[in-house]
């Protein structure tokens, strides 16, 4: 039972991480229907960006974050304009393509400029574990947990109660419609892609101090974040939260009692599962962006 | 097609085939050679997701799974069975040909982003189970000392003997994709292709239509994880790498998909290209270089460099149709139409 709540507890760690890449990807792939194959590039850029702000120029935790998201949100909104813009008209799968190579030049550009050395980063927190009864949770997990679920809070608001919100969420129901609306789809579109590559690069800022930071650590990234999509159900925001917490529950429990070897399949089992029993996604009655 | 555009045509592939036919003796190193035989193992691969992306349309990017499976499953026979390789190899390509089956069936079930992410998923899986399962596999230490294939006094050991085998593999892989897509169930598939429920709507049954498309492409990407595995004479989960998938892809996309020699000129370009690159930059510039090209092949020659050039002599000769089976060809100049998932 102890046991149960322990990885309980770590599950709630890494799913609220899970929960914004998968927000960020919902966005991406709901309004723009792009596959973001390079998501997980913006998670890494997110964990080098941390590693930078915490080990080269010691920046408190909260200023690393920062400058995590903003990083994330530049290079999203230079990859909107360059590549996704240009390509709007064009089959999913051509811009599936374009995504991978992006994908691909992107790790290899982060491999040239850190090298392909694993980096631990240097954080703020005591190492002591708190005991809360029977569980006990490292002071850095909990801070992580507490900013996924700001950020997750924040991302819900931008979404629900703000004008730009409100233009997503018409472009997501119906492009053509919002323009006429005088909705400057252009913008959403390309603010979106800003915004979910910005959450994914706060993800990676918020894993890397707990794992190793290295080039290659967004493939599986990627992966989780399509597996929480599939989960909620496209475009669906609170489906990304549930999902993605409920991934890291899942995976814990996959690690703890099947096989530690076996924990990253259950992204895979499970999106093989839903897309083939439920492809809406589990929460599909709940409500969507739209 | 005319008398005159088939006899240039002829001559062509007589200086391809004799060129073929006769370089192990003019290249000028067994390196060049290993190029060479490494290029004919990704033509049978190439070959293999082009029957799939090219001729109906949907990305697998699972297909690194069957090129592994067919390694794994020729390794294991001959290492702990002692089978002989040539029987080693038809069934890695009967295992290959089930699991593509076996897959096949329940991914076609979706189309567009939701049968890429789940031919991922299930490629993912099997990854997973080959570096887990120590007893079977060896787990990420691999398999080493796969023999090469002998053939009574004959033994395969040298690059030139195996040149030959590669070659006939991939002069197989594409008579067998030629006739394929020639044939009655060719032309089911581009019709499932350029507009499904048109074509459902005259009888093509596209469950089974496809379903025997990804069994023929799986098959064919076993007998290429087999030939790799009795060259290298070693195999690693390395086989499941995505890696290798994306090569698959940029050399199909790269050489012109739903062309039958695109996937060949696009796995000789992009064996060669990376080698070449090697003398003059690190492995790190390969790949972003790799990248790169990709995304610049999507923006400036989408269709490829097959079709392409072929439009560009149709256009010099007399105004032509559009190159054989290239996309487009069947019903419109417009791409294939998205395909939402099914609901």
């Known amino acids: ?290 | 097609m005319s008398a005159r555009r088939l006899r240039p045509r002829a001559a062509a592939w007589a200086v391809v085939g004799l060129a073929a036919a006769t370089a192990p003796a003019w290249l000028p190193s067994p390196y060049h050679l290993h190029i060479l035989i490494m290029a004919g193992i990704f033509a049978v691969l190439a070959q293999s997701l082009n029957l799939l992306l090219g001729y109906t349309g949907q990305l697998s990017l699972g297909h690194a799974a069957f090129f592994g499976l067919g390694a794994y499953t020729s390794a294991l026979l001959t290492l702990r069975l002692g089978w002989p390789f040539w029987a080693a190899l038809p069934a890695a390509a009967v295992v290959a040909g089930l699991a593509g089956g076996a897959i096949g069936r329940l991914a076609f079930r979706l189309r567009g982003a939701y049968f890429v992410l789940v031919t991922i998923s299930f490629a993912g899986v099997i990854a997973l189970v080959a570096q887990n399962w120590m007893e079977l596999t060896n787990g990420p230490l691999g398999l080493p000392g796969v023999p090469p294939p002998e053939l009574g006094p004959w033994s395969f050991r040298s690059k030139a003997a195996y040149y030959y085998l590669v070659l006939a593999a991939v002069a197989l892989a594409w008579g067998v994709t030629a006739r394929l897509v020639r044939s009655r169930i060719g032309r089911a598939l581009v019709a499932l292709r350029e507009n499904e429920p048109l074509a459902e709507s005259i009888g093509v049954d596209a469950t089974r239509y496809l379903v025997l498309a990804a069994v023929v492409s799986a098959t064919m990407a076993g007998v290429a994880g087999s030939l790799y595995a009795h060259y290298t004479r070693f195999v690693s989960p390395e086989v499941f790498l995505f890696t290798y998938t994306v090569t698959m892809v940029v050399m199909v996309v790269a050489g012109g998909k739903g062309t039958l020699s695109g996937p060949l000129v696009g796995a000789l370009l992009f064996t060669a290209l990376p080698e070449a690159l090697r003398e003059a930059v690190s492995w790190q510039w390969q790949m972003l270089a790799y990248g790169v090209i990709l995304v610049l092949l999507v923006f400036f020659l989408p269709r490829g460099i097959v079709p392409t050039l072929a439009a560009r002599l149709a256009r010099a000769r007399v105004p032509a149709p559009v190159a054989d089976g290239a996309p487009g060809a069947l019903l419109s100049e417009a791409g294939p139409a998205e395909r939402p998932g099914r609901r």
């Open chain 1, 1 to 290: 039972m102890d046991a149960l709540l322990q990885h309980l507890v770590n599950g709630l760690v890494l799913g609220g991480t899970y929960a914004l890449l998968g927000i960020g990807l919902t966005l991406i792939f709901g309004l723009m229907n792009v596959v973001n194959f390079a998501h997980g590039e913006f998670y890494t850029l997110g964990a080098y960006a941390t590693f930078a702000a915490l080990a080269l120029a010691g920046l408190p935790f909260a200023g690393a974050l920062a400058l995590a998201l903003a990083a994330g949100m530049a290079l999203g909104a230079l990859t909107e304009r360059v590549l996704l813009r240009p390509l709007r008209h064009e089959s999913i799968e051509t811009v599936m393509l374009v995504m991978i190579g992006l994908w691909i030049a992107l790790q290899n550009a982060e491999l040239l400029v850190w090298g392909g050395v694993a980096k631990s980063i240097p954080h703020p927190f005591p190492t002591a574990p708190l005991t809360l009864g029977p569980v006990s949770i490292a002071p850095l997990r909990l801070a992580v947990l507490a900013a996924a679920l700001a950020l997750i809070a924040g991302a819900h608001l931008l979404i629900q109660k703000t004008r730009f919100g409100c233009a997503m969420r018409a472009t997501f129901q119906d492009p053509d419609t919002a323009a006429l609306m005088g909705v400057r789809i252009h913008r959403v579109r390309a603010a979106t892609f800003a915004l979910g590559s910005g959450l994914a690069a706060a993800a990676g800022a918020l894993l890397g101090p707990i794992f190793l930071v290295y080039p290659s650590m967004g493939d599986l990234a990627s992966l989780k974040a399509f597996s929480v999509v599939i989960l909620g159900g496209l475009g669906n925001v609170w489906g990304a939260t549930v999902g993605g917490l409920l991934l890291g529950v899942a995976e814990e429990l996959g690690a703890g009692y099947v096989s530690s070897g076996y924990r990253d399949a259950v992204g895979f089992v499970i999106m093989i599962l839903v897309l083939l029993l439920r492809p809406s996604g589990l929460f599909a009655r709940a409500e969507r962006v739209g």
